[in-house]
């Protein structure tokens, strides 16, 4: 998955600082987070410009007198900050 570089402080900004990510690379950064966690099963439950909330079926659990039940469903948020850090939590 391709990482977001951070950009070049402004040359307004004091050294070693920069400014917030455009909203338009935070975008493109959960893009890239999804297109991940689409390959590895998970399905978009909610989606906004710079979070998702994703969810995915548990393993099959054992079978008990020749019936199966499902694992019940995992949910994911992932989110991109303002300054461009990924965050991922379950729910």
């Given amino acids: ?20 990510m455009p909203l338009g ?3 493109q950064g959960l893009a890239d987070m999804l297109e991940g966690k689409l390959e590895q099963g998970y ?3 909610d989606r906004t410009d710079t979070e998702a909330t994703l969810v995915t079926r548990g393993r099959r659990r054992r079978r008990w007198f020749g019936l199966s039940r499902r694992g019940e469903e ?18």
């Fill in 74 to 91: 995992l949910k994911q948020r992932i989110s991109i900050d303002e300054g461009g850090g990924r965050a991922s939590r379950k729910l």
């Fill in 25 to 27: 690379m935070r975008k």
């Fill in 43 to 45: 399905g978009i439950e």
């Fill in 1 to 20: 998955m391709a990482e977001v570089p951070p950009l070049p402080a402004a040359p307004d900004d004091p050294p070693g600082e920069a400014g917030p």
